[in-house]
Nanobody
Framework: QVQLVESGGGLVQAGGSLRLSCVAS????????MGWYRQSPGKQRELVAT???????NYADSVKGRFTISRDNAKNTVYLQMNSLKPEDTAVYYC??????????????WGQGTQVTVSS
C-alpha cells in the first residue's frame, strides 16, 4: 500500500558530495520519524540519521558535521545531503519512514536501497 523510492546514489570521489532523496507514495495519513540507514558488506545495518515530525535531528557520530537530513512533509520526502564523503561511507543506503495509515495502526516502511560508492 505504501512504497518508498530512493534516488541520488552513485559513484563519487573522496571529498565529494551526494544528495539522496526518498519519496513515499500510497495511502498515507502522515509520517512521523524519517531516517536513513546504511549497510556495507560484512556489517550490520546501522543508523545514519533521523528526523522527527518536529524536525529534531540525530546523527551517527561518524557522519556528524558532514551529513544533513531534512524533510518536506508536503512531498512526503526525506533528503540526505552527504558532504566530505569518505571511502568508509561506501554502503547501500536505505530510507525508513514510520507511516501513519488511515484506519489502521502505523508501521515502518523501507526503501529499496541505493548504492553509494566513494573512491579513494
Amino acid at each position: 500500500q505504501v512504497q518508498l523510492v530512493e534516488s541520488g546514489g552513485g559513484l563519487v570521489q573522496a571529498g565529494g558530495s551526494l544528495r539522496l532523496s526518498c519519496v513515499a507514495s500510497g495511502s498515507i495519513s502522515s509520517i512521523n520519524a524519517m531516517g536513513w540507514y546504511r549497510q556495507s558488506p560484512g556489517k550490520q545495518r546501522e543508523l545514519v540519521a533521523t528526523i522527527t515530525s518536529g524536525r529534531t535531528t540525530n546523527y551517527a557520530d561518524s557522519v556528524k558535521g558532514r551529513f544533513t537530513i531534512s524533510r518536506d512533509n508536503a512531498k512526503n520526502t526525506v533528503y540526505l545531503q552527504m558532504n566530505s564523503l569518505k571511502p568508509e561511507d561506501t554502503a547501500v543506503y536505505y530510507c525508513n519512514f514510520h507511516v501513519n495509515l488511515w484506519a489502521r495502526p502505523g508501521r515502518d516502511y523501507w526503501g529499496q536501497g541505493t548504492q553509494v560508492t566513494v573512491s579513494s
